[in-house]
């Protein structure tokens, strides 16, 4: 069956950095989507990044532009979001999610598989 992992997630200061990544295993086709989401406390989950499954295309919500980069190594069925300048805000359970899709991927769009997530705290 299909599996998501993440792992990476821990307690960082602002203006600091982590790596979270999502290794996958047991899908039967090469090309699917991954995105990444998260949710704070209180709040909704949300969609922050996605990759499709080449990782040509990359696609970032406005309020991590440039502070995030998702990348993947499909040779190791492992996605990456590298997270830098991380602010208080950022605080949330990060979960990685996969669609089957080849060419395209959406931020917010709907997900079959989930990961099962990883706390990124934010915090002096």
């Known amino acids: 069956q299909v599996q998501l992992v993440e792992s990476g997630g821990g307690l960082v200061q602002p203006g600091g950095s982590l790596r979270l990544s999502c290794a996958a295993s047991g899908f039967t086709s090469d090309y699917y989507a991954i995105g990444w989401f998260r949710q704070a406390p209180g709040k909704e989950r949300a969609g922050v990044s996605c990759?499709?499954?080449?990782?040509?295309?990359?696609y970032y919500v406005d309020s991590v532009k440039g502070r995030f980069t998702v990348s993947r190594d499909n040779a190791k069925y492992t996605v990456y979001l590298q997270m830098n300048s991380l602010k208080p805000e950022d605080t949330a359970v990060y979960y990685c999610?996969?669609?089957?899709?080849?060419?395209?991927?959406?931020?917010?769009?709907?997900?079959?598989?989930w990961g099962q997530g990883t706390q990124v705290t934010v915090s002096s």
């Open positions: 999610a996969a669609v089957l899709r080849r060419y395209t991927c959406n931020v917010q769009g709907e997900y079959d598989y």
């Open positions: 990759i499709t499954s080449s990782g040509g295309r990359t």
